[in-house]
Nanobody, 122 residues
Framework: QVHPVESGGGSVQAGGSLRLSCVRA????????MGWFRQAAGKSREGVAT???????TYADSVKDRFTISKEFGKDILYLQMNSLKVEDSAMYYC????????????????WGQGTHVAVSP
């Protein structure tokens, strides 16, 4: 069974940094489009960044130049480096695998992790 597992969330002050990790459980990352999504309280889930098997990356405009998605091949770990965090980045962050929409930022992925919470204070 395919099941991504996230870690690395926490509390940080605005302007700080966090790095989220997503490890595989049951599948090789290299075969899938992988993505990070987030969902703030009372809001719908939104795409943050995706990376396809060829390494093509897409970022949401709200995180461009602040967040970096990357994969560590061999260990099959997906990262999301988040710098210059803002209060509005606070949300539950989810790792997802296997897009059904061409690796877009739409949350149309087959496999989802349980999420890791990020809280950014002023």
């Amino acid at each position: 069974q395919v099941h991504p597992v996230e870690s690395g969330g926490g509390s940080v002050q605005a302007g700080g940094s966090l790095r989220l990790s997503c490890v595989r459980a049951g599948f090789p990352f290299s075969n899938f489009c992988m993505g990070w999504f987030r969902q703030a309280a009372g809001k719908s889930r939104e795409g943050v960044a995706t990376i396809d098997p060829a390494g093509t990356i897409t970022y949401a405009d709200s995180v461009k130049d602040r967040f970096t998605i990357s994969k560590e091949f061999g260990k099959d770990i997906l990262y999301l480096q988040m710098n210059s965090l803002k209060v509005e980045d606070s949300a539950m962050y989810y790792c997802a695998a296997d897009s059904t929409d061409g690796c877009s930022l739409r949350p149309l992925f087959v496999y989802w992790g349980q999420g890791t919470h990020v809280a950014v204070s002023p």
